[in-house]
């Protein structure tokens, strides 16, 4: 009996122990939004036998073949299931593509975890792996804890994945959500020229920079008339009846069928795009509307110049 009894003093420093390490296991986690490297178990003391036994109670279940573990009795969370695929890459993969504009709230994602690793990464069950070259570190960031890819990487990034549209909702996101940084983006893409992805960038950019300079110029336009009281207000992006279509003109003098149209951004204008504005000027004309293109010098520099011409097509000259 005196024999039994010393048997069980002896077990209980190995229990107590275990009861330590799972504290250290429940706190490292509730850290890492519930889930733990097999790596960073192992430093806590673990050994393949004691990981096995957690595994086999419920206490630990694995993820991404073993190379990460989600504590039981919380739900793993979706910043969970990103952090897990981000540990089971490496120390040198970030959350990117979808997966980063979702953490990062510019769009939605519905697919695996995407992880953007170096070339000599091997696969990962249960991630969807970007190899890459461009590892500079001015394009990853940490986001809540989860290494993650910076907005303007993330975007070069869906730039190879995303339709151009898909791709501009994502950037008018970003600028709603104060996250879009214009020069970051110029710069990871002067940086990733022969990215996947960079052309379709580089396209929906010059659109967006158009758009911006556009709206600088309606509001210097409006600015200009307020000038003029002699001048009525028109109505502005209005929707003008041609003869075989419908068009929008930027300002538009009803009574004297006067429309005018604002060309900030000509200078990135294409071919394609002077094509289809001197079809819809020439649909307008011919239901009998007058025309007028406003360059930004037009507006910003010859602004007194261009009050007299509006003067004389409104016939108050």
């Known amino acids: 009996m005196v024999g039994i009894r010393s048997e069980k003093r002896n077990d209980s420093p190995p229990l107590g122990r275990g009861r330590d390490r799972?504290?250290?296991?429940?706190?490292?986690?509730?850290?890492?939004?519930?889930?733990?490297?097999?790596?960073?178990?192992?430093?806590?003391?673990l050994d393949r036998g004691?990981?096995?036994?957690?595994?086999?109670?419920?206490?630990?279940?694995?993820?991404?073949?073993?190379?990460?573990?989600?504590?039981?009795?919380?739900?793993?969370?979706?910043?969970?299931?990103?952090?897990?695929?981000?540990?089971?890459?490496g120390s040198d993969a970030r959350l990117s593509h979808r997966a980063a504009a979702d953490l990062s709230g510019m769009r939605p994602a519905?697919?695996?975890?995407?992880?953007?690793?170096?070339?000599?990464?091997?696969?990962?069950?249960?991630?969807?792996?970007?190899r890459t070259r461009m590892l500079d570190p001015r394009?990853?960031?940490?986001?809540?804890?989860?290494?993650?890819?910076?907005?303007?990487?993330?975007?070069?990034?869906l730039a190879a994945v995303l339709t151009p549209p898909d791709?501009?909702?994502?950037?008018?996101?970003?600028?709603?959500?104060?996250?879009?940084?214009?020069?970051?983006?110029?710069?990871?893409?002067e940086r990733g020229t022969r990215k996947k992805g960079a052309g379709t960038l580089r396209m929906v950019m010059a659109a967006y920079q158009a758009s911006t300079?556009?709206?600088?110029?309606?509001?210097?336009?409006?600015?200009?008339?307020?000038?003029?009281p002699d001048i009525t207000s028109p109505f502005f992006n209005a929707l003008v009846?041609?003869?075989?279509?419908?068009?929008?003109?930027?300002?538009?003098?009803e009574a004297q069928r006067l429309c005018v149209q604002l060309d900030g951004h000509e200078f990135h204008r294409t071919r394609r795009d002077r094509e289809r504005d001197a079809l819809s000027d020439a649909d307008l004309e011919l239901a009998a509307y007058r025309m007028m293109r406003l360059t930004w010098d037009d507006v910003n520099v010859?602004?007194?110049?261009t009050l007299r011409r509006l003067r004389l097509a409104l016939g108050l000259a």
Request: proline letters at 4%.
């Open 302 to 305: 010859n602004g007194e110049r």
């Open 139 to 157: 394009d990853f960031t940490e986001l809540d804890g989860i290494p993650v890819t910076t907005v303007a990487r993330t975007l070069l990034d």
């Open 50 to 89: 004691a990981l096995a036994r957690r595994v086999a109670n419920g206490a630990l279940q694995p993820l991404h073949g073993g190379r990460v573990y989600a504590v039981a009795h919380n739900p793993l969370t979706k910043r969970g299931r990103y952090l897990a695929a981000v540990m089971a890459c």
């Open 110 to 130: 519905d697919v695996s975890p995407e992880v953007t690793v170096p070339e000599v990464c091997r696969d990962v069950p249960g991630v969807r792996i970007h």
């Open 213 to 228: 300079q556009k709206s600088t110029l309606e509001r210097t336009f409006k600015a200009l008339l307020k000038t003029a």
């Open 167 to 189: 791709l501009e909702v994502v950037i008018d996101r970003a600028e709603r959500q104060s996250l879009f940084d214009l020069t970051a983006v110029l710069d990871v893409l």
């Open 22 to 45: 799972g504290q250290r296991i429940a706190r490292l986690a509730g850290r890492q939004h519930g889930v733990i490297a097999r790596t960073q178990l192992f430093r806590i003391g």
């Open 241 to 253: 009846q041609g003869e075989s279509g419908t068009h929008e003109v930027d300002a538009f003098w």
